[in-house]
Structures are given as C-alpha cells and as structure tokens.
C-alpha cells in the first residue's frame, strides 16, 4: 500500500460562487488542484450526484427550510439547497478542472434517502461506495484530500480514510469551506484527532 492518490472533491458549479450551494471563494481551488494533480500519478475524482427529490433537499420536507436540521432514519441531517441534480449544469465539474489523467470518477450520493458527505461510506454509515476496495486494490494507501468543502465532504472523506486503514492528509490551501454553526473548527479538530495530516499544496 506504498503508493500515494490525490482526492479532488466535489468540485463542481453548484459549489462556486453563484450556484446553488456556493462555497465561498470555492472557485479559488480549481488552479491550485490542477496543479496539484500534476504531482500525482494517480486521482480520483468525486461528484455529489443526488437525484431530484433527495432526502438532503430542503424543498423534500414541506415547510423546512435550507440549512435546518432534521432527524431522518439514520439520524440528524443538514437541509440543503437543491444542489448538484445529476445530469444537470450544477453537477458538472467546474469546466476549467484539468485533470486529463484522473483515472475514476466516484459518484455518491445517488440513494433518494440517503446523504453522503463522504466518498467512502454514505449518511447511514453502513453503504459503502466502494473506493476503499478500489484504492486497496490498486495499493494506494496514502491519500491527498482537497477540494469542496473543506467541513462537510473534504472532511467526511479524510475521517473515513482514517477509520478505513489509509495514510490522510487534507491540503489546506486547496480547500474551501461553508461554515455552518462552528463546523469548520469542528472538522479540523476532528481530522486533527483522527491523525489526518495538514498539508500546503505547494509541499507535494
Ligand atoms: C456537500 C453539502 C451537501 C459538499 C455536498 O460537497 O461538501 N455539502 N452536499
Ligand atoms: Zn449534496
């Protein structure tokens, strides 16, 4: 398990300044990654990939509103903006990402009742999405996390990589978060204890 993958997370137009669920300064990671990916002889790709109707859509619970709570069968869950509908122009990469070697694209979140932050292991934290398989197989053990957002799914894939058995770092600089409710101070103390490393990108 010696060798090293880049992660690039979710960085598509839904994210960016102007869409439905802007991360702010989101659109400032796209050049940085690209050029972190030039480091990497191996990256994966992820979309958040829900379909309409989804359990993380606020406009899915009549009368609740985006960025509310509420309990659903695996338990607590952020209320979303619709956001990244597959297929659509929102869930797209951004269009300047210029990954040409990236080698797979992991979609997630594409169950109606159930969220995934993280690329490894959906909302109810039991489904697996199967990159921990396919990093395993390919003897990628030490894994460069980056790209959107830094407190929900760059955070959520870090911490999973941990529990599953792989080397983590998440690259600051190339990394932008929402900050819902202290949850940004949250996610690095959390990666902090879990051992996920903090790394510049211009140290790869
Ligand atoms: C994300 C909220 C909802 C993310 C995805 O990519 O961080 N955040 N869906
Ligand atoms: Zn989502």
């Known amino acids: 398990m010696s060798g090293r993958c880049l ?49 993380s859509f606020a406009s899915s619970h009549p009368g609740r509103k985006p960025f509310e709570s509420v309990t659903l069968a695996y338990g607590s ?8 509908v597959q297929g ?39 489904t697996g999405t199967g990159l921990a398989g396919y990093l395993r197989e390919r003897g990628l053990g030490t ?3 980056c790209g959107l ?18 080397e983590a770092a998440v690259i600051e600089d190339a990394c932008r978060g929402i900050d819902l409710e202290g949850s940004l101070a949250r996610a690095w103390s959390d990666m902090a204890a879990a051992g996920v490393r903090r790394v510049a990108s211009g140290a790869l």
């Open 149 to 166: 957002a830094t407190d929900f799914c760059v955070a959520w894939t870090a911490l999973d990589a941990r529990a599953a058995g792989f």
């Open 143 to 145: 894994l460069y996390v």
């Open 77 to 84: 869950q952020v209320l979303w903006p619709d956001h990244c």
């Open 88 to 126: 659509t122009h929102g869930a797209a990469l951004h269009p300047a990402l210029d990954i040409p070697h990236a080698q797979l694209v992991v979609r997630k979140g594409h169950h109606r009742d159930i969220d995934s932050y993280s690329a490894f292991l959906e909302a109810d934290r039991r």
């Open 7 to 55: 992660i690039v997370v979710d960085v598509q137009n839904d994210f960016m300044p102007g869409g439905a669920l802007a991360v702010p300064r989101g659109d400032e990671v796209v050049a940085l990654i690209n050029r972190a990916a030039a480091r990497f002889d191996a990256v994966v790709l992820t979309q958040d990939w829900h379909p309409r109707g989804h359990a």
